[in-house]
């Protein structure tokens, strides 16, 4: 079983940066892949990053390569998605997942209960 919370979440205006925190509890948390989604108003939740156990292999969703930078702190529990470059349409609620296994951009087990993100034109 993993908790996860989120944090770092608020508002920026377009162009700025934001970065989410989101902190494991259990002693297993480097045996997990970790991923952030977001979902926006009236759409469905979607994937956005994801990163294997060991830090060393990181997906993307096409739109956020190379604005955002997932990464994770086995020592600390904690993973990290640092967002540059925003624009109004990452506007959503972020939230952080866990899973046991490969890393993917599906399939996540375990979820946070998700951290408001809003960039203003």
């Known amino acids: 079983q993993v908790q996860l919370v989120e944090s770092g979440g608020g508002l920026v205006q377009a162009g700025g940066s934001l970065r989410l925190s989101c902190a494991a509890s259990?002693?297993?948390?480097?045996?997990?892949?970790m991923g952030w989604f977001r979902q926006a108003p009236g759409k469905e939740r979607e994937f956005v990053a994801a990163l294997d156990w060991s830090g060393g292999v990181a997906y993307y969703k096409g739109s956020v390569k190379g604005r955002f930078t997932i990464s994770r702190d086995n020592a600390k529990n904690t993973v990290y998605l640092q967002m540059n470059s925003l624009k109004p349409e990452d506007t959503a609620v972020y939230y952080c997942?866990?899973?046991?296994?490969?890393?993917?951009?599906?399939?996540?087990?375990?979820w946070g209960q998700g951290t408001q993100v809003t960039v203003s034109s």
């Open positions: 997942a866990a899973r046991r296994g490969p890393v993917t951009s599906n399939g996540y087990d375990y």
């Open positions: 259990g002693r297993t948390f480097s045996s997990y892949a």
